[in-house]
């Protein structure tokens, strides 16, 4: 008899556990959500809710402290990216199913996944934020935190369907899960590290660095995605920081900030073409193409937003802006299926940079973009010669 017939129990479910996660992956390729160079959409997913309380301070709940940073983010995103489209999982204290949260992300083709979380534990002298993206266990204490976090599928009816006989009690679902790793996981470190930066800089929070773990909200999703535990609701003195208004709002403002970061870093890195808005054929096929400049000529231009949908040459939003900013052009950049708006075009630096400045006042996430030829390149290169 064929002795493979007598392979443990665990060793067959790590076959299993194993084709399913390859599946996992033509599941993003037939999707066709693969990596882009836009950031247009963002989920944001406030932790825990409903009869799931997650973390108990003696003071406060973390799903309440979640939503209430998730929502201060919601609401800065808004208001200093005009182009970016808002997706919350939850706007009230309400349960959502883990699975659903990643669905929610993949079906509205989100570029970013922010997940908002509050630690706790034993040792209530520790203290700190700290962010996440879907890997490797790297050590116990990364593993205690996915599994405290991962505990939120008792409150779903037959989670057993819906994460492929993952089991939050199973030391062996763990290891298999471990195995996981996300086809993102580059874009998640970094947008990770602009918010660990800004946490440190702005809310003037503990940084307890940049990790990795097996988080089952994060395991579906088909975009870049992160964890991010603000804080330790287990510290007394944290605790009310957490809680307070100001610190939330300090919390939230650090991490919109990294959202521009890191959304100013994919765009300006990604080669694109450029159109006028001045086209009054507003439902036109467009074929943009760049300014025929000299092979080595490099062009300064100010990008002001960016929009999943092209605006018609009326459209308000242009009205606004060509008024705020005084000028009768606005460019238009299209790539990947986003267009994004600029103004000014010279060849010398120093006056984009007055530029820059001025836009900055109406447009505070405006930035500077350098084209050469066909494409788009980091200013740092242009700037070192």
């Not at 007598?6 to 194993?18: E, N, S």
């Not at 870049?224 to 003195?237: A, D, F, K, W």
């Not at 447009?363 to 390149?377: H, N």
Request: overall charge neutral.
């Amino acid at each position: 008899m064929c002795r493979y017939y007598y392979k443990p129990l665990f060793f067959r479910k790590t076959i299993a556990w194993l084709n399913i996660f390859l599946l996992s992956f033509s599941f993003i390729s037939i999707n066709g959500n693969e990596i882009g160079n836009s950031v247009g959409i963002v989920v944001l997913d406030a932790g825990h809710g409903g009869e799931d309380p997650g973390a108990l301070g003696k003071i406060s709940k973390e799903k309440d402290i979640t939503l209430a940073i998730t929502l201060k983010l919601g609401k800065c995103i808004e208001e200093n990216f005009p182009g970016v489209k808002v997706i919350y999982t939850r706007k009230t204290d309400v349960f959502i199913p883990l699975h659903e949260r990643a669905e929610i992300a993949n079906k509205n083709h989100a570029d970013l996944f922010i997940s908002i979380h509050a630690n706790a534990t034993k040792n209530t002298d520790v203290f700190g934020m700290e962010t996440y993206a879907m890997g490797l266990h790297t050590n116990e204490k990364n593993l205690e935190v996915a599994k405290k976090e991962n505990a939120a599928i008792i409150f779903e009816k037959d989670y057993s369907l819906h994460y492929e006989g993952y089991d939050p009690n199973s030391p062996e679902s763990f290891i298999i899960f471990s195995l996981m790793q996300n086809t993102f996981l580059a874009q998640s470190l970094d947008f990770a590290g602009h918010v660990q930066n800004r946490a440190r800089e702005i809310a003037s929070r503990n940084d307890r660095g940049v990790k990795q773990a097996g988080f089952l909200v994060l395991w579906k999703t088909t975009m870049p995605s992160v964890l991010i535990e603000v804080g330790y609701i287990t510290n007394p003195q944290e605790e009310k920081y957490l809680a307070s208004d100001e610190g939330q709002m300090q919390i939230a403002e650090s991490i919109c900030k990294a959202f521009g970061e890191y959304k100013r870093k994919i765009e300006t890195n990604s080669a694109i073409a450029i159109s006028t808005s001045n086209n009054n054929d507003s439902n036109s096929k467009i074929q943009p193409t760049l300014p025929k400049n000299e092979e080595d000529s490099v062009v300064f231009k100010v990008q002001v937003f960016s929009l999943p949908k092209r605006l018609p040459s009326n459209a308000e939003q242009i009205k606004k802006c060509k008024k705020l900013l005084r000028t009768s052009k606005i460019d238009e950049i299209y790539f990947n299926n986003y267009y994004k708006y600029t103004v000014g075009e010279t060849t010398d630096y120093s006056e984009i940079q007055k530029l820059v400045k001025e836009v900055k006042k109406h447009y505070p996430e405006a930035f500077i973009i350098a084209l050469k030829g066909d494409s788009i390149v980091p200013l740092s290169s242009v700037l070192k010669k």
